[in-house]
């Protein structure tokens, strides 16, 4: 009796842990699977910010170039460079066209490693062009710096926040950097709870949900990119470790 009353309680606290993405339906996969990104899907972000955000807002050193990513293996490769004290990357968007409202969103990926590096999964507010950033809203899903090994940050930007990130959490994940990991959120109209490996790791339920405080109830664009250096990545930057690879097998939204 004592033995499968400890069953029960175990796996009711399984489900209550362990992310809804059951229940809920797939609706839209990138699964990297063509020769090149599909243009219907994705955007490119090229140059360094200039002159409107210089450094991308944040100072970092990298040149986006549509020549530093290739789809191989059923997987895409965003790969850093360095060369003649020029870094170079890519940062892709589906800004305009795939954007979404809650539901639960996943990609699995392989991080790159170094000091400097800085590889991120995160979406934006599709109003940005309307309301301005941060009061549009930033999700942080994956975050990584190779300054902190072992680490990873989710987060959030609003304007309650300033675009700071107190609403944060950093999770120290002894071999996050070995292999391919999933890295997820669960979003309702309520709240905003991030998973590592169906972990979770961190939820935001603000009980004031104005405008600056929940941007949250509006749909949001995908961005994936690998910085270099930069207000968080940096200051310094190991020149030594490129090139370096930041690999994405999928990403999925269920709803």
Same mark, same amino acid.
């Given at each position: 009796?004592?033995?499968?009353?400890?069953?029960?309680?175990?796996?009711?606290?399984?489900?209550?842990?362990?992310?809804?993405?059951?229940?809920?339906?797939?609706?839209?996969?990138?699964?990297?699977?063509?020769?090149?990104?599909?243009?219907?899907?994705?955007?490119?972000?090229?140059?360094?910010?200039?002159?409107?955000?210089?450094?991308?807002?944040?100072?970092?050193?990298?040149?986006?170039?549509?020549?530093?990513?290739?789809?191989?293996?059923?997987?895409?490769?965003? %790969?850093?460079? +360095?060369?003649?004290? *020029?870094?170079?990357? /890519?940062?892709? =968007?589906?800004?305009? @066209?795939? $954007?979404?409202?809650?539901?639960?969103?996943?990609?699995?990926?392989?991080?790159?490693?170094?000091?400097?590096?800085?590889?991120?999964?995160?979406?934006?507010?599709?109003?940005?062009?309307?309301?301005?950033?941060?009061?549009?809203?930033?999700?942080?899903?994956?975050?990584?710096?190779?300054?902190?090994?072992?680490?990873?940050? %989710?987060?959030? +930007?609003?304007?309650? *926040?300033?675009?700071? /990130?107190?609403? =944060?959490?950093?999770? @120290?994940? $002894?071999?996050?950097?070995?292999?391919?990991?999933?890295?997820?959120?669960?979003?309702?109209?309520?709240?905003?709870?991030?998973?590592?490996?169906?972990?979770?790791?961190?939820?935001?339920?603000?009980?004031?949900?104005?405008?600056?405080?929940?941007?949250?109830?509006?749909?949001?664009?995908?961005?994936?990119?690998?910085?270099?250096?930069?207000?968080?990545?940096?200051?310094?930057?190991?020149? /030594?470790?490129?090139?370096?690879?930041?690999?994405?097998?999928?990403?999925?939204?269920?709803?």
């Amino acid at each position: 009796m004592k033995r499968s009353l400890f069953f029960i309680t175990c796996c009711l606290l399984s489900l209550c842990a362990f992310p809804q993405k059951a229940a809920k339906k797939l609706v839209w996969e990138e699964d990297f699977s063509g020769d090149t990104l599909d243009t219907k899907v994705w955007n490119f972000e090229l140059g360094n910010g200039c002159p409107d955000i210089c450094g991308w807002g944040n100072n970092e050193r990298q040149i986006y170039t549509k020549n530093n990513h290739e789809l191989k293996d059923g997987m895409l490769y965003i %790969t850093a460079k +360095h060369k003649d004290s *020029s870094y170079t990357s /890519t940062r892709i =968007t589906t800004a305009g @066209k795939k $954007e979404f409202m809650y539901g639960y969103i996943e990609a699995r990926a392989k991080l790159p490693i170094g000091e400097g590096i800085w590889p991120a999964f995160w979406m934006l507010g599709s109003n940005i062009g309307e309301k301005g950033w941060p009061l549009c809203g930033e999700i942080d899903i994956l975050e990584y710096i190779g300054k902190e090994p072992h680490m990873v940050f %989710t987060s959030l +930007h609003t304007q309650d *926040s300033h675009g700071e /990130t107190i609403n =944060t959490k950093k999770t @120290k994940f $002894e071999a996050i950097e070995e292999g391919f990991h999933t890295y997820a959120m669960d979003w309702t109209k309520d709240k905003i709870a991030f998973y590592v490996d169906d972990v979770l790791v961190y939820t935001f339920n603000p009980e004031n949900k104005t405008e600056v405080v929940w941007p949250y109830n509006q749909p949001f664009y995908f961005l994936v990119n690998m910085a270099i250096g930069g207000n968080f990545g940096g200051p310094e930057v190991d020149d /030594t470790i490129f090139p370096q690879a930041y690999i994405l097998d999928y990403i999925r939204v269920y709803q």
